[in-house]
């Protein structure tokens, strides 16, 4: 995979791609005023402990303020598990199971327009339309519309800008402006279907967003917005990236690949090897609330941390040969889903949505493989690891 990054364009910051170890695991940079974390034990006291270790970055970063009410990734307890509380219903095992047979009828209508063509192009023919369908249907926006939805997310993650506090106020606070332009769109649609759904709820999850309560009051349509918003965007961004990333990881892989094909027992665990060597969501931020000591450092309180998962699941002292992908790999305590309060809601889905779609994509195309003649590219973001485009051959040869 080495070679692949390189020629692929791979972030500078995403080092780890390039099978690098970090020199320290943590380290604090002084060119941009953060705390890089990359080591797996250092990763995981953070997210582990949201009381030294808070979600909301608006203590160091105020201009992020219009993003966090409402927002779980940006919030702490308890206002986080009042929050989770009210959408952990449309996550229960039992729902999850329950959209199997729909998950499986959607793979099938999107893989049939293209199975008797020469190529597909995996991203836009089935990663990215699969998983954000489902969320629409959840929430209950046309999921007709999600043209739409590429076209604005696409603009909020297009972007190779990195975090830093060393820039002036005047400089963050136009850097916070363009992100808010970016999503102006998105929570402009998803608040004219909140107001809707205030006038006439329906039975399904923006409706009961807008009617549910939390200590006797209704949430703000802020509120609202941005819980679905994230919803949305976390519902079927990480599964389009480990759907590719999956697919890219076996296809660079033909040994492995073919045991795969052979024994579907191992697709589970090839999408957790996936998701550990080609993390989606690189980083996460979390900002210390008093001073602690991290991996021998002494890390002062209001300081950035930026949590570098996806370097943590490549850490030598956690995972045997950890620049190997290995479909067996067990166990693989990956933290690309996080850990802890903030451990992703949608795991489940996302694992279903992979599980489902894989298995239909070898059953028809036995010999799927990447094209030579149109590379992938990788989604530009410093913080995200995945596929934007996986050309794909349907009928090359074994």
Same mark, same amino acid.
């Given at each position: 995979?080495?070679?692949?990054?390189?020629?692929?364009?791979?972030?500078?910051?995403?080092?780890?791609?390039?099978?690098?170890?970090?020199?320290?695991?943590?380290?604090?940079?002084?060119?941009?005023?953060?705390?890089?974390?990359?080591?797996?034990?250092?990763?995981?006291?953070?997210?582990?402990?949201?009381?030294?270790?808070?979600?909301?970055?608006?203590?160091?970063?105020?201009?992020?303020?219009?993003?966090?009410?409402?927002?779980?990734?940006?919030?702490?307890?308890?206002?986080?598990?009042?929050?989770?509380?009210?959408?952990?219903?449309?996550?229960?095992?039992?729902?999850?199971?329950?959209?199997?047979?729909?998950?499986?009828?959607?793979?099938?209508?999107?893989?049939?327009?293209?199975?008797?063509?020469?190529?597909?192009?995996?991203?836009?023919?089935?990663?990215?339309?699969?998983?954000?369908?489902?969320?629409?249907?959840?929430?209950?926006?046309?999921?007709?519309?999600?043209?739409?939805?590429?076209?604005?997310?696409?603009?909020?993650?297009?972007?190779?800008?990195?975090?830093?506090?060393?820039?002036?106020?005047?400089?963050?606070?136009?850097?916070?402006?363009?992100?808010?332009?970016?999503?102006?769109?998105?929570?402009?649609?998803?608040?004219?279907?909140?107001?809707?759904?205030?006038?006439? $709820?329906?039975?399904? !999850? =923006?409706?009961?967003? @807008?009617? &549910?309560?939390?200590?006797? %009051? /209704?949430?703000?349509?802020?509120?609202?917005?941005?819980?679905?918003?994230?919803?949305?965007?976390?519902?079927?961004?990480?599964?389009?990236?480990?759907?590719?990333?999956?697919?890219?990881?076996?296809?660079?892989?033909?040994?492995?690949?073919?045991?795969?094909?052979?024994?579907?027992?191992?697709?589970?665990?090839?999408?957790?090897?996936?998701?550990?060597?080609?993390?989606?969501?690189?980083?996460?931020?979390?900002?210390?609330?008093?001073?602690?000591?991290?991996?021998?450092?002494?890390? $002062?309180?209001?300081? !950035? =941390?930026?949590?570098? @998962?996806? &370097?943590?699941?490549?850490? %030598? /002292?956690?995972?045997?040969?950890?620049?190997?992908?290995?479909?067996?790999?067990?166990?693989?305590?990956?933290?690309?889903?996080?850990?802890?309060?903030?451990?992703?809601?949608?795991?489940?889905?996302?694992?279903?949505?992979?599980?489902?779609?894989?298995?239909?994509?070898?059953?028809?195309?036995?010999?799927?493989?990447?094209?030579?003649?149109?590379?992938?590219?990788?989604?530009?973001?410093?913080?995200?690891?995945?596929?934007?485009?996986?050309?794909?051959?349907?009928?090359?040869?074994?």
């Amino acid at each position: 995979m080495t070679v692949f990054a390189d020629t692929w364009g791979v972030h500078e910051r995403q080092f780890w791609l390039r099978e690098r170890t970090p020199s320290r695991p943590v380290e604090f940079d002084d060119a941009r005023g953060v705390w890089n974390v990359y080591g797996y034990p250092e990763c995981l006291q953070i997210l582990a402990d949201p009381g030294t270790y808070s979600s909301d970055t608006s203590r160091v970063v105020p201009e992020g303020r219009p993003f966090r009410e409402g927002n779980l990734v940006t919030m702490d307890p308890p206002d986080h598990h009042k929050l989770r509380r009210l959408v952990s219903h449309a996550f229960t095992p039992k729902v999850i199971a329950d959209l199997e047979p729909r998950i499986a009828e959607l793979t099938e209508e999107m893989l049939e327009e293209v199975t008797d063509q020469d190529r597909l192009e995996l991203v836009a023919d089935l990663a990215y339309p699969l998983p954000v369908t489902v969320i629409a249907e959840l929430l209950g926006v046309p999921s007709s519309d999600r043209h739409l939805f590429k076209k604005w997310v696409d603009a909020l993650f297009d972007r190779t800008q990195e975090v830093s506090l060393l820039t002036s106020e005047e400089e963050r606070k136009r850097e916070m402006d363009i992100g808010l332009e970016k999503i102006r769109h998105l929570t402009d649609y998803l608040g004219e279907h909140a107001a809707e759904r205030r006038r006439q $709820p329906r039975e399904d !999850l =923006l409706s009961k967003l @807008v009617q &549910a309560e939390v200590d006797g %009051e /209704r949430l703000s349509d802020a509120a609202v917005v941005n819980f679905a918003n994230v919803l949305l965007i976390a519902g079927h961004i990480t599964t389009t990236m480990l759907l590719g990333n999956t697919v890219l990881c076996l296809d660079a892989h033909r040994e492995q690949a073919a045991r795969v094909r052979a024994d579907r027992s191992m697709v589970p665990t090839a999408i957790e090897e996936s998701l550990r060597f080609l993390s989606p969501f690189a980083t996460l931020a979390r900002v210390t609330t008093l001073d602690v000591e991290i991996g021998g450092h002494a890390v $002062p309180a209001d300081q !950035l =941390l930026l949590v570098w @998962v996806a &370097a943590a699941n490549r850490d %030598e /002292r956690e995972f045997a040969r950890p620049h190997v992908f290995d479909p067996t790999r067990d166990p693989n305590p990956h933290l690309a889903f996080g850990r802890g309060i903030h451990f992703c809601i949608g795991a489940p889905l996302a694992r279903l949505e992979g599980r489902i779609a894989l298995n239909i994509l070898l059953d028809r195309f036995p010999h799927l493989r990447t094209d030579p003649d149109h590379q992938p590219t990788f989604t530009p973001s410093p913080n995200m690891t995945g596929v934007k485009t996986l050309p794909l051959r349907t009928h090359a040869a074994a």
